[in-house]
């Protein structure tokens, strides 16, 4: 999805550099310092996209599972994302 956007934001810049519009070149820039900070902050971790309705179904079974048996560390790592996820930033 980023190489998307980020291919697509390529060629607004080209066809903005041509382009007397200070704005539209401004915004450009701005949306391109926006992806290269994602990207760093990113780095190496895995991006999971799940639908909200998804992510609590799976943090209520993960919650469940919790209280009869011990998790593993993998598994209680991804339940405490899925409980607070700005917390584990």
């Known amino acids: 999805m980023v ?4 291919a697509w ?3 607004e810049l080209r066809l903005a550099s041509g382009s007397s ?5 401004g915004q450009a820039d701005m949306a391109q ?5 994602f990207e760093r902050e990113a780095g190496d971790d895995v991006l ?3 639908e909200p309705e998804l992510a609590a179904a799976v ?3 993960l919650e469940t ?3 009869a048996e011990s998790l593993p560390d993998s598994l209680v790592s991804l339940l405490q ?3 607070d996820p700005e917390e584990s930033d």
């Open 21 to 25: 519009e200070a704005f539209a070149r």
């Open 9 to 11: 934001l390529q060629s």
């Open 3 to 6: 190489r998307d956007y980020r």
């Open 59 to 61: 943090k209520s079974e």
């Open 65 to 67: 599972l919790a209280q």
């Open 81 to 83: 994302r899925l409980q």
């Open 48 to 50: 999971l996209e799940l």
């Open 33 to 37: 310092r926006a992806i290269d900070r």
